[in-house]
Nanobody, 115 residues
Framework: QVQVVESGGGLVQAGGSLRLSCAASVSIFSIDSMGWYRQAPGEQREMVADSTRGGSAIYGDSVKGRFTISRDNAKNTIHLQMNSLKPEDTAVYYC?????????WGQGTQVTVSS
């Protein structure tokens, strides 16, 4: 069983920045991939960014060039640096950890971008 806990959401104006963090309850090296998803009201959950154990990363098309995912292996933590935020980035952001076929989710953190 893996637990992940998000932090760092909040309210920001368009064009601003926020950094989200997600701490895992186990060694990050035992996790196959760890990343961020988001869900806006009335929308499906979508992948924002994902990072594998080897360090490779993928991004959703809507955030490429604006968001960066990074890993702090010593703290079993990943971060999501979000720059040039837009109102359409408003959503609940969820951290997710995948271990083989199991996926674990955090409670989510709200990000609201005002225009």
């Amino acid at each position: 069983q893996v637990q992940v806990v998000e932090s760092g959401g909040g309210l920001v104006q368009a064009g601003g920045s926020l950094r989200l963090s997600c701490a895992a309850s186990v060694s990050i090296f035992s996790i196959d991939s760890m990343g961020w998803y988001r869900q806006a009201p009335g929308e499906q959950r979508e992948m924002v960014a994902d990072s594998t154990r080897g360090g490779s990363a993928i991004y959703g098309d809507s955030v490429k060039g604006r968001f960066t995912i990074s890993r702090d292996n010593a703290k079993n933590t990943i971060h999501l640096q979000m720059n040039s935020l837009k109102p359409e980035d408003t959503a609940v952001y969820y951290c997710s950890a995948r271990v083989r076929d199991e996926r674990y989710w955090g409670q989510g953190t709200q990000v609201t971008v005002s225009s």
